[in-house]
């Protein structure tokens, strides 16, 4: 079993920055693929971002490419979403998920493990 929490959601302004972190525990880091996925109210879960076990891949969604950054530290068994020049359509609840295996980067049925979330908020 792999628990995940999430940190570092809030209230930003348009064009400003946020960086979420997922700590994870009870299975080797290093074996798990990670992404992270986004709920907006009323709409379903999207995939935003991912990085793949080995760190060296790592996968955007169109809208946040050259805003977001995925990022993984081993030592800290952590994945990170640096959050740049944000947009209010970037508001949502942001989950973090984790896959052992077979994983399809934007399917989220193929991951695992969820956590519970963080909400994101970008408003003047």
């Known amino acids: 079993q792999v628990q995940l929490g999430e940190s570092g959601g809030g209230l930003v302004q348009p064009g400003g920055s946020l960086r979420l972190a997922c700590a994870a525990s009870g299975h080797t880091f290093g074996n798990l693929a990670m992404g992270w996925f986004r709920q907006a109210p009323g709409q379903e879960r999207v995939f935003v971002a991912a990085i793949a076990q080995s760190g060296r891949s790592t996968y955007n969604e169109e809208s946040v490419k050259g805003r977001f950054t995925i990022s993984r530290d081993g030592a800290k068994n952590t994945v990170n979403l640096q959050m740049n020049n944000l947009k209010p359509e970037d508001t949502a609840v942001y989950y973090c998920?984790?896959?052992?295996?077979?994983?399809?980067?934007?399917?989220?049925?193929?991951?695992?493990?969820w956590g519970q979330g963080t909400q994101v908020t970008v408003s003047s």
């Open positions: 998920a984790a896959a052992y295996s077979n994983w399809r980067y934007s399917d989220a049925s193929t991951y695992d493990f």
